[in-house]
T-cell receptor
């Protein structure tokens, strides 16, 4: 499986935008980029996913590089509730193995 | 609230014992996934069931087994428990198959402590 690389931790201030990077230089043409997050003492929660084009939803935006070797999760206005571990995951379309492969993720700290 | 429920929330048992963890997927979801989260291994995919049939296997030990019942709830059975099996066990569900890039919805987890 293609791997992802994320910073171990990042810190941001409340009400400011946050850009969480993810490198996936060995991504294949059929790999989707998914982001999940895990709030303290909770199960992982879906954030967003995309293939080639940038994506927006009510939680965040996903910016995908033109060569698809990296992507950035953008939280437009961080709140204290956004403090969590954010996982960038590659999932192959039609790959048959449906379980998600979680790495270590980025621990996002939000300062009030 | 994801709509996925797991019982029990906490479980304390002794080495060598056997336990059963239960998961009820979101209404209408056909796929159920089990994950283990430990401090040293992180979140690992164990096994997936789709509409009652085993669909995919991850890093599941032979001492562990699972099944999905006709009402779509699932159980994860852990036997001959060892100290290293202490972890959080999450269940997730999705409408059909993840290879269709569907979102997985995770339950709150069962925390297992083996003494």
């Amino acid at each position: 499986d293609a791997k992802t690389t994320q910073p171990n931790s990042m810190e941001s201030n409340e009400e400011e935008p946050v850009h969480l990077p993810c490198n996936h230089s060995t991504i294949s043409g059929t790999d989707y980029i998914h982001w999940y997050r895990q709030l303290p003492s909770q199960g992982p929660e879906y954030v967003i996913h995309g293939l080639t084009s940038n994506v927006n939803n009510r939680m965040a935006s996903l910016a995908i590089a033109e060569d698809r070797k990296s992507s950035t999760l953008i939280l437009h206005r961080a709140t204290l509730r956004d403090a969590a571990v954010y996982y960038c995951i590659l999932s192959s379309r039609g790959g048959g193995a449906d379980g998600l492969t979680f790495g270590k993720g980025t621990h996002l700290i939000i300062q009030p | 609230d994801s709509g996925v429920t797991q019982t029990p929330k906490h479980l304390i048992t002794a080495t060598g014992q056997r336990v059963t963890l239960r998961c009820s997927p979101r209404s209408g979801d056909l796929s159920v996934y089990w994950y283990q989260q430990s401090l040293d291994q992180g979140l690992q995919f164990l096994i997936q069931y789709y509409n009652g049939e085993e669909r995919a296997k991850g890093n599941i030990l032979e001492r562990f087994s699972a099944q999905q019942f006709p009402d779509l709830h699932s159980e994860l059975n852990l036997s001959s428990l060892e100290l290293g099996d202490s972890a959080l066990y999450f269940c997730a569900s999705s409408p059909r198959l993840a290879e269709l890039q569907e979102t997985q919805y995770f339950g709150p987890g069962t925390r297992l402590l083996v003494l």
